[in-house]
């Protein structure tokens, strides 16, 4: 699941074009429809040309409103930039790509709105061109830029097949089991009770769950999800969710509450982080500046404390520790905002190095300075983590050969991702942690989270393999295979053969002979089939040696049914023409041997004589033992092949 922002200017037609894409007006308050301006957050749905659906949530542009843009903007896959081709670059657009820049949004596509009010071609050139000098250094220089109207429904299309590119190329969001949700509405519905709505990270929600709010630490229970306005069971990272919670009341809720896992998420009022001044302020960042400051949804009063110099000029980058007012709860690698009070506007922002220093830092110190640089590559667990990541499934040795720490410290990461179940091993029983010598060993690992997500996936494509076909078993192992190297980059045969076997110990997966299946898959077949079936199988018994051929066989019950009588063992297909019963079969196979090891050896038309069949049975279970390597060929004659 996907989340589309919105970001642009004031009245440059954000709104509007949500409206036109979705059919949904995503301004919700009275005021805002009145004012024709949006103030707070709205939110919408759209399904891509892929089939693929995403959620928008659509900004305020205008600046009295960008604190409510912050609470919104966060969680984003992919920015829908807005710029009205009558006006062209203005102060907000500049703001908002800013804003974007120090969330670290990956990037998205542009839309040139309002082509239809443009003056001529040429004017339409000079806004484009300035718009590209704009965007050029900043998350959004490699952006398609698509001229869309969305009063005359020009480009629209155009907007939507760019959007699907552009997610086609992002990866979805790990699902790390520590799952956040950042609460940017509280409201209630009359015999529900208490919703909130948020963009869902770093994990999953499900309905019956107890839950935990933080600051406040209240602990509820999930009564019920929507995802788009349909109910569902479970909420994926990164999809917009809306949450009825029991045992509380809205007003015991506010924009910024974080729903989470009970126990680990901890707040702040004293973090420590790496801060971007931007450049167009025009004045220094003094120590101690009274700020605004903005993760998630939350919104908090602060000071920030400049720690390795006494000022950052415009541009400049430093490490700083922020004192809150209020508590936040916080992790290692959130970004943020933080804007000036008033006149209101957008400082600078960056990421959250250590949301729990302890106490305040001295400064100017370099053990200060190295401490928080050596913080800010991450603790050794996170960096192997995220090499894991990259490269997974991976054997043990080769993930130290390729990381850029010391081969000690790897392997001793390695170890503690295991214990601590952030990482297993894959060709290992459930819970195992023994790696004794990773440094030499050919153990495949694979993250907890990577393996979560492999799991969902193969059990997508089973699940859609036994839709369309009903009555097969299951996916064979090797298309099974070719489906998985789609996604899992360099699969081996070792690899998915360890992915099958862990996936089936865990009852994830189950198998049958060559086929792999969902452990609730059986084929069932209807009073129809099952008439079909029984007539067949009569007629097999009536001429046991001379069997209908394929093609008949086929025309009487349809090539599913009968894949389905061979997979499930009633029927042998001993060649593309020739099927027996199975305890025909079984009975031919045996007197030819009993024949060969009496006589030596038996030929084609012994086997058509012995049987009363034709040579074309004959020859095509004799070729077919071949196969078996239960027999070979000796000039005319079979011989066994352990004689």
Not at 303 to 325: D, I, N
Not at 363 to 381: D, K, N
Not at 490 to 496: E, H, I, Q, V
């Amino acid at each position: 699941m996907r989340v589309i922002g919105t970001a642009g200017h004031v009245d440059h037609g954000k709104t509007a074009l949500v409206q036109a894409l979705t059919g949904i007006n995503p301004d919700r308050l009275k005021e805002e429809q009145e004012r024709e301006m949006t103030i707070d957050l709205g939110f919408a749905w759209l399904q891509l040309p892929s089939g693929q659906q995403v959620g928008i949530v659509d900004v305020p542009g205008h600046k009295d409103f960008i604190k409510n843009m912050l609470a919104g903007v966060g969680g984003i896959d992919a920015a829908l930039f807005v710029v009205a081709a009558d006006e062209g670059v203005m102060p907000q657009t500049t703001e908002h790509l800013a804003i974007l820049d120090l969330l670290e949004i990956q990037g998205g596509v542009v839309a040139l709105t309002k082509v239809d009010l443009a003056e001529d071609e040429e004017w339409l050139d000079l806004v484009t061109a300035d718009l590209i000098e704009t965007l050029d250094n900043t998350c959004l220089e490699s952006a398609r830029i698509v001229q869309v109207s969305a009063r005359t429904g020009v480009g629209l299309e155009d907007l939507k097949t760019a959007l699907d590119t552009y997610l086609e190329t992002t990866p979805q969001r790990p699902d790390r089991g520590k799952p956040r949700l950042p609460i940017d509405r509280v409201f209630t519905i009359a015999g529900f009770g208490t919703v909130v709505t948020g963009t869902l990270v770093d994990g999953t929600l499900h309905v019956g769950q107890e839950v935990e709010i933080q600051p406040s630490g209240l602990r509820l229970r999930i009564r019920g999800l929507q995802t788009h306005k349909e109910k569902i069971e479970a909420a994926l990272p990164g999809s917009r969710v809306a949450v009825n919670l029991t045992g509380v009341s809205k007003d015991q809720l506010v924009r910024g509450d974080v729903v989470t896992n009970p126990g680990w998420l901890h707040p702040t009022t004293l973090v420590d982080v790496q801060l971007r001044y931007l450049s167009e302020p025009s004045k220094t960042l003094k120590h101690n500046t009274p700020v605004d400051f903005f993760s998630g949804a939350a919104e908090v009063p602060a000071r920030v404390r400049l720690l390795g110099t006494e000022m950052l000029s415009p541009g400049e980058t430093g490490w700083a520790q922020v004192r809150l007012t209020g508590p936040v709860p916080l992790v290692k690698g959130d970004r943020f905002i933080i804007r000036q009070p008033s006149p209101s506007r957008t400082l600078g922002g960056g990421v959250v190095i250590n949301p729990h220093p302890g106490r305040r830092h001295r400064r100017l110190q370099t053990s200060v300075i190295e401490r928080l640089e050596t913080m800010a590559h991450g603790a050794p667990e996170e960096i192997v983590l995220q090499a894991l990541e990259a490269r997974q499934p991976c054997e043990a040795r080769d993930l130290i050969g390729h990381s850029t720490l010391p081969a000690e410290v790897t392997a001793e990461a390695i170890r503690q991702l295991l214990c601590s179940g952030q990482a297993i091993l894959l060709d290992g029983a459930a819970g195992e942690t023994d790696l004794p010598q990773p440094s030499a060993s050919k153990r495949l690992l694979y993250s907890a989270a990577g393996w979560r997500a492999l799991l969902e996936h193969v059990q997508s494509v089973l699940g859609t393999h036994h839709g369309e076909h009903p009555l097969r078993q299951g996916m064979d192992r090797e298309e099974l295979k070719s489906r998985l190297g789609r996604t899992v980059r360099g699969l081996s045969g070792r690899a998915f053969n360890a992915i099958v076997s862990r996936a089936v110990a865990e009852g994830q997966l189950a198998e049958w002979q060559t086929l792999v299946h969902l452990p609730d898959h059986t084929v069932s077949f209807t009073s129809q089939q099952q008439r079909q079936v029984d007539e067949l199988l009569t007629l097999f018994r009536r001429q046991p040696y001379t069997t209908p051929s394929m093609t008949d066989c086929e025309a009487r019950v349809g090539p599913d049914l009968l894949a389905a009588l061979v997979e499930q063992g009633h029927l042998v297909k001993v060649s593309d023409d020739v099927l027996f019963l199975v305890e025909t079969y079984e009975q031919m196979v045996q007197r030819v041997t009993d024949h060969i090891r009496r006589e030596g050896d038996i030929s084609v038309a012994q086997v058509r004589d012995m049987f009363g069949a034709s040579r074309k049975y004959a020859l095509a279970l004799m070729e077919h033992l071949d196969e078996r390597r239960v027999t070979k060929r000796v000039g005319d004659v079979r011989v066994l092949r352990n004689t």
